[in-house]
């Protein structure tokens, strides 16, 4: 019999030391990781959840331990109790790997390598294990009196790694820049990382670090150099900057923006489950989460909630005659169909907003006659091919629907015109919802 190899070896053991070391919880679910999820969205969707299940309003209790909090409620005679601990998306990913968290709360994606490292009991990037609780917008955060409006991702770029170090580099007064981060252990730190910083820049010494959104903002709002980013939610009293990519517009985080990622600073906001493994307590509360009435408490928290509302978008000067004249009798739904990989598979919020429409529709009392997809690509070569593409993408939504329930939806394709996103983008492969004026 041929010996196991040392890679197999390591597995076995690493799993038995999970098996083995992981204490058991005292309490029904917990729920580790990012400060942006942790802090505020993820009590009031455990709390509304909770709400359902116990004869009486839920209670919250601190832990001692600062960022953690424990909710709970009476339920039959039974207490349920579950802990959240908001101490970063990174952490997250250790809890559940080792089976300590039930849920991962994160505010960026899961890595290959995470992936990896638990492939053999769970696939992370499955549709049963990644679910998109909610979407938020990385803000880009000044004083209130800030001159300065808008900036391009190179230029915060530029001005977090310290290569522009003053106001009136770039028009404004005459003051140096003070820089406000988010700490290493933060997935809103690596999305900033990921989305601005990119591997042309790295954050400047001077810039101080914080592992709570909230009071980094609020630090930057009694600063008059200061600039920071936080997730939406915690704005608070500093003032919002509009942000450009590549040769696009600058777009202001909003309801329609954000919702609809064209903001070049949109992120998604997850939950991670072990797939089959999960727990049906934490499979009850992902449901509860992703639902209508959990996207509810999702636009109460201040992020941008899932469930689709229809917009009359304002354009400005850069939008073309033949897409004002193609919409002029529609207003916009704030969802996007976005694509996995290639050209023709939906990812998997994509996957959720099929019903989510579907379901729109039938509270508004509306039918899929009275929708149009509009397709777009990235720039090509050839105008013909963008168009191809276009067409192709909004159709594949559009059989998509149809096995949904909702069938011959009108479609579309406006080619590689309007990019949301500079050239390579994949924010620009995109397909719209628009509706029909009542």
């Given at each position: 019999?041929a ?9 076995c ?6 098996v ?18 942790g802090?505020?969205l ?16 839920p ?5 001692g ?10 339920a039959g ?26 849920i ?19 696939d992370l ?21 800030n ?16 290569d ?21 252990r ?66 202001r ?6 919702a ?52 009359k ?7 073309p005659?033949?897409?004002?004249r193609?919409?002029e ?12 990989e290639g050209?023709?598979k ?9 019903l ?14 009275d ?29 998509a ?38």
């Open positions: 019999m010996k196991p190899s040392r890679k197999l070896l390591t597995l053991l690493f799993v038995l030391a999970t083995v070391l992981t204490p058991a919880s005292a309490h029904e679910l917990e729920i580790h990781g990012s400060n942006t999820v802090a505020t993820a009590p009031m969707l455990v709390s509304g959840y909770l709400q359902q299940l116990g004869d009486s309003n209670s919250s209790r601190p832990t331990e600062e960022n953690e909090q424990i909710l709970s409620v009476n005679g039974r207490n349920l109790s579950v802990l959240v601990a908001a101490h970063g998306s990174s952490t997250g990913f250790r809890t559940l790997a080792s089976g300590q968290a039930g991962w709360a994160s505010s960026r994606p899961v890595k290959p390598s995470e992936a990896e490292q638990v492939r053999m009991r769970a990037t499955a549709l049963e294990s990644e679910h998109v609780i909610a979407i938020d917008g990385l803000a880009i955060l000044v004083h209130p009196s001159p300065i409006n808008q900036l391009s991702i190179d230029t915060i770029g530029r001005i977090f790694a310290g522009i170090r003053n106001w009136a580099e770039l028009g404004g007064s005459n003051r140096p820049i003070s820089l406000y981060a988010r700490d290493d933060s997935g809103t730190w690596d999305t900033f990382k990921s989305l601005v910083l990119g591997k042309d820049y790295q954050l400047d010494a001077s810039a101080l670090r914080y592992e709570s959104n909230d009071q980094l903002s609020d630090d930057v709002s009694r600063d008059p150099g200061g600039i920071g980013f936080s997730g939406l939610a915690s704005v608070r009293r500093s003032k919002l900057v509009a942000v450009s990519d590549g040769d696009a517009p600058a777009l985080p909003n309801q329609l923006t954000v609809s990622e064209d903001y070049p600073l949109s992120r998604r906001l997850f939950m991670y489950t072990m797939g089959s493994q999960t727990p049906d307590f934490a499979k009850g509360l992902i449901d509860f989460a992703l639902g209508a009435d959990g996207q509810a408490l999702v636009a109460e928290s201040g992020f941008v909630s899932q469930n689709p509302i229809a917009v978008p304002e354009f400005d000067a850069s939008v005659q033949t897409f004002r193609l919409t009798q529609y207003q916009r739904l704030t969802v996007n169909f976005r694509f996995a050209r023709t939906l990812d998997n919020k994509a996957r959720r907003d099929l989510r429409v579907k379901h729109y529709l039938e509270q508004e009392g509306r039918s899929a006659d929708l149009l997809l509009i397709g777009f690509a990235d720039t090509q070569s050839h105008e013909l091919r963008a168009q191809m593409i276009s067409e192709l993408r909004a159709l594949s939504v559009r059989k629907l149809n096995e949904a329930g909702l069938p011959q939806v009108a479609y579309t394709g406006y080619g590689h015109y309007m990019p949301v996103g500079g050239t390579g983008n994949q924010r620009n492969g995109r397909v719209e919802v628009w509706i029909k004026d009542r």
